[in-house]
């Protein structure tokens, strides 16, 4: 019985076994059939490392292709701790007097502690990872640097210890330059601000993979399943940008902030009006699109003048505050209160709605009475008598308040509206903000008083370069744009810009009309004159608003222009936030540097200049070279000049003078003195002090000093206008040579152009 038991258990475990045989078998079949591909690629993954094979960023050029952003070579250094361990170990085994992990750490940490920051102890404790098939010890490593750590892993045999990957970097050939608008990368290369933000996608293209076999000691070993994905390198940006416009914005930004004092940055814009592009923009200061990272000049300042401890929270805190802040396109992203400036689009409204004509006379007792409340004129006494054109040339706040009631409530905030101040322009560029406006079921006549010259709303500086702009072109409102074109590196077409008309928002004749009317305030007796530039005919206003909020007492000054002012090429604005020095209106603080600015690049841009009688009488003689002539030869040639001549020494021959040839100096009473035989130049006479003179009396305080003039800054030049001197070089007490030529900066300062 027992026996018959154990035959029955045995041949049940038989059976059982058997059965357990055949599952695991139809398992591995299953496996090895159904779910093979599931599993090859589990092993593939464990036996496997993937590595991303970047794509190369595209470039950006501006619109005659420059270079403004491309992509160095760098190297990111770094270490294998399990392979130094296993060399450690063999170096043991064989009585080697070495410390790898201490070698490695000095000799890199020797060449990269300059400049990266790389301690001695930062290596070390990376060598002790030794689960981690590599460290990273530093990135962007520039190529001096990297050729030192290869001739230090040569001479060490450290081939399989340390390594050095070449990678693109995101490099800016002209560093601070179009800083706002050309943004900046990540560490990742992925843009984060600016045109590099906007078109990130585009510019980024398409990684690769390299994907590599390993052993269990990490390594590499022929494998069927190695595979290389070639990237796809990212697209080219052409962009509207001209970098000599852009340089040309930048510096008279930089000039008009530093001597206006300004506190709260500045910012400018440079426009095709006919077809939106733009040419130029640029917040001041700037930063460093190579190192964002660190703050500029202005905002260092800021910090160490905080008193907070460089290691505290607060600190901290406030040096990223400073920096988003310094990163932020001011003409993109601020509203501002745009003052005068405005009157231009008021005056568009009323004469398309025909509520007004060019010769229709005002008069400005100082003040205008809206709903009982009193709002002054800038020129407290009043203007008196104007006519409407003289009005809005003069800036007066009346004037253009009770030219705005009659175009009324509800055809104010339609052309408000339809000149694009109500919504974005559309511009690809992102983080664009939008304008503060009255809602118009609550838009009253006190607010349609005030916005009739530019107070209590704020607009962005694109938003109202983008409205200027529909003055100038004819009255057609356009979308701004930064982008010209995206190409492959073929050269292939891939996508491409073109003008965009929105609407058109008052008649071509209309403008041309307005167009004539700031063209004469500027060329004649308007509040605009130190806009002027001899040859061109400039249209031109300017603005000074106060800021309502936290900073009462402080003020937004600007001028916009464009030019040609009957076929505008260029339309200009330069805004300085919250100036502190001198007299702070925007014909001051603005005006004079959106002169020179066009004074700069009308000529580049191939504008030429049309000289009025007038200003060829008054305009500058360039002082000819008159050494080694005789005597008589130079006094001939500097009479042709209108220019006269004043001899030192018995020689025959000229040998030297003063002016040098080349130098302009205004020719009426122009002095050139000769030297002959063995006399020299003596500096002898010291410089008055021409500081608020007009430019006949400087120029007059000249000549009797044995000086030459150089004016700069007005059409007044010798006319004595009412214009001042505000600065001069050499600065008075200072000695020179009879006949050196001073530099004189005229500006109008009448109350009538303070505005």
């Known amino acids: ?69 491309t992509n160095i070579t760098t190297y990111r250094v770094f270490i294998a701790p399990r392979t130094i361990a296993e060399a450690q170990a063999e170096a043991d085994e064989q009585g080697e007097d070495v410390n790898l992990a201490e070698l490695i750490a000095l000799g890199l940490s020797e060449r990269l502690y300059d400049g990266y920051d790389v301690t001695y102890y930062d290596v070390l404790e990376q060598t002790t990872y030794t689960r981690y098939l590599d460290r990273t010890i530093a990135r962007q490593v520039d190529e001096k640097t990297a050729d030192s750590i290869l001739a230090f892993i040569d001479e060490n045999e450290l081939e399989r210890m340390v390594y050095m990957e070449a ?50 000691q990490g390594n590499e070993m022929p494998y069927e399943y190695e595979e290389y994905i070639e990237a796809v390198d990212g697209y080219n940006l052409t962009s509207t940008i001209d970098v000599f416009i852009q340089a040309a914005l930048e510096e008279q930004l930089r000039t008009a902030y530093e001597e206006s004092g300004g506190q709260n940055r500045a910012c400018g814009i440079a426009m095709d009006p006919n077809t939106g592009a733009i040419l130029a923009m640029a917040t001041y200061p700037p930063y460093d699109l190579n190192d964002p990272w660190q703050l500029n000049s202005y905002d260092t300042a800021t910090l160490l003048s905080s008193g907070l401890a460089g290691d505290s929270e607060d600190y901290a805190k406030l040096k990223s505050s400073l920096l988003l802040n310094s990163w932020s396109n001011k003409a993109l992203n601020e509203a501002y209160i745009p003052g005068s400036t405005f009157k231009i689009i008021t005056s568009a409204m009323a004469l398309e709605q025909g509520v007004v004509e060019e010769k229709d006379s005002f008069t400005c007792n100082g003040a205008y009475y809206v709903s009982g409340i009193k709002i002054r004129c800038h020129k407290t006494e009043g203007h008196g008598h104007l006519t409407f054109a003289g009005g809005i040339q003069q800036s007066c706040n009346p004037i253009l308040m009770e030219v705005g009631l009659r175009v009324g409530l509800e055809a104010f905030y339609d052309y408000f509206n339809a000149f694009g101040y109500l919504s974005k322009t559309g511009i690809d560029l992102a983080g664009e903000g939008n304008s503060v406006f009255h809602a118009q079921d609550n838009f009253r006549v006190l607010d349609l008083a005030t916005a009739s010259f530019g107070q209590n ?22 979308t701004p744009h930064v982008v010209e074109r995206v190409t492959d590196d073929n050269g292939n ?7 965009k008309q929105v609407r058109q928002v008052v008649s071509t004749a209309v403008c041309a009309q307005i167009s004539r009317i700031l063209e004469a305030g500027v060329s004649q007796n308007g509040g605009a004159r130190n806009a002027y530039v001899a040859g061109y005919r400039i249209a031109a206003k300017t603005g000074t608003s106060e800021k309502i909020g ?117 020719k009426e009473n122009g002095l ?84």
């Open 550 to 666: 936290d900073n009462d007492d402080a003020y937004i000054c600007s001028c916009v222009a464009y030019a040609p002012a009957e076929a505008p090429a260029i339309c200009a604005l330069i805004m300085v936030d919250e100036p502190t020095k001198g007299f702070l209106y925007g014909s001051t603080v603005a005006a004079p540097y959106i002169a020179k600015f066009m004074e700069t690049v009308l000529p580049y841009m191939g504008v030429e200049a049309e000289y009025t009688d007038e200003e060829l009488a008054k305009m500058a003689v360039t002082v000819p070279d008159l050494r080694s002539y005789t005597i008589e030869q130079a006094t001939a040639a500097a009479k042709r000049r209108g220019l006269a001549v004043r001899v030192v020494g018995s020689g025959k021959y000229v040998t030297s003078q003063t002016p040098q040839g080349g130098t302009k100096i205004e």
């Open 457 to 478: 709303f704020k607009i962005t500086p694109v938003q109202h370069i983008r409205a200027i702009s529909a003055v100038a072109n004819g009255g057609y409102l356009v």
């Open 493 to 499: 077409v891939i996508e491409e810009a073109s003008t």
């Open 1 to 69: 019985m027992i026996h018959l038991n154990v035959l029955r258990r045995a041949r049940f475990v038989c059976i059982a076994l058997v059965a357990v045989l055949v599952l695991l078998a139809v398992r591995i079949l299953w496996i090895q059939t159904a779910q093979y591909d599931r599993y090859q690629a589990k092993v593939i993954e464990q036996m496997t490392t993937e590595s991303t094979v970047n794509a190369d960023r595209g470039n950006i050029y501006d619109t005659n292709g420059i270079l403004i952003a």
């Open 672 to 755: 050139i003195v000769i030297y002959t035989g063995d006399s020299t130049a003596q500096s002898t006479i010291s410089v008055p002090n021409l500081s608020g003179m007009s430019a006949m009396a400087a120029n007059q305080t000249l000549i009797n000093s044995g000086l030459n003039i150089r004016i700069d800054g007005t059409q007044s030049y010798l006319s004595g206008t009412g214009a001042a001197v505000v600065s001069q070089s050499p600065a008075a007490g200072e000695l020179a040579a009879p006949g050196t030529v001073v530099s004189v900066t005229i500006r109008y300062l009448n109350e009538q152009d303070l505005e």
């Open 167 to 216: 990678t693109g970097t995101r490099y800016y050939p002209y560093g601070t330059l179009a800083s706002h608008m050309l943004g900046f990368t990540g560490s990742d290369s992925t843009g984060l601000y600016g045109l590099e933000y906007s078109y990130d996608t585009l510019l980024s293209g398409t990684p690769g993979k390299y994907i590599v076999a390993r052993d269990a």
